[in-house]
């Protein structure tokens, strides 16, 4: 099972690009799952919030405070990153790529990189006309900033339009990058 692993600020083009990443595979015929290690915390805030998981009202604060609760309050920073581990397990069974599509920290590369999957591309998307919506708070939050020197990407994309990431992800789907 090869992995993909997306990393950026948000707004960057992180769920577009696994998004494309996904649709080619499918179209050579490879079966693709795209997932968020945000899912367990979007789940949480439907529970708790009412979130309907419509972008437009993402509850951006809820979701930060709640991840830094589970990784400083409860002392679990590996919390995320073992459920995903786990998931591999049942997506083994029905994809040939997985693609995580909002790595926010060193330990969601690290981790994975160390779990017994081998087939590992890591990538970090970059929007040079990104106007943040997040407020000064949000953005200074460790899931904004964490990956902002890391140097251990395999691959690094400049999200200029929509044709470009659509070709961009077609290359990565044939081993052109």
């Known amino acids: 099972m090869k992995i993909f692993l997306i990393s950026g600020v948000s707004g960057s083009g992180k769920t577009k690009l696994g998004e494309l990443i996904v649709k080619c595979a499918q179209e050579k015929n490879l079966r693709a799952v795209q997932t968020e290690y945000s899912k367990y915390l979007k789940l949480y805030a439907k529970e708790i919030l009412g979130y309907d998981g419509n972008p437009l009202n993402k509850p951006r604060k809820f979701l930060q405070d709640e991840g830094s609760y589970i990784r400083d309050t409860l002392r ?36 994975i990189k160390k779990s017994k999957y081998n087939d590992i591309c890591t990538i970090r998307i970059i929007n040079p006309h990104l106007q943040s919506t997040l407020t000064t708070e949000e953005q200074r939050h460790i899931t904004e900033k964490e990956l902002a020197n890391y140097q251990k990407f395999d691959i690094v994309i400049e999200n200029t339009s929509l044709e470009e990431l659509e070709k961009t992800a077609l290359r990565i789907i044939e081993g052109e990058m």
């Open 76 to 111: 679990d920073e590996h919390f995320f990153t073992r459920r995903m581990l786990e998931d591999f397990r049942i997506y083994e069974k029905y994809a040939d790529i997985v693609v995580i599509s909002d790595v926010r920290l060193e330990r969601e590369i690290e981790d």
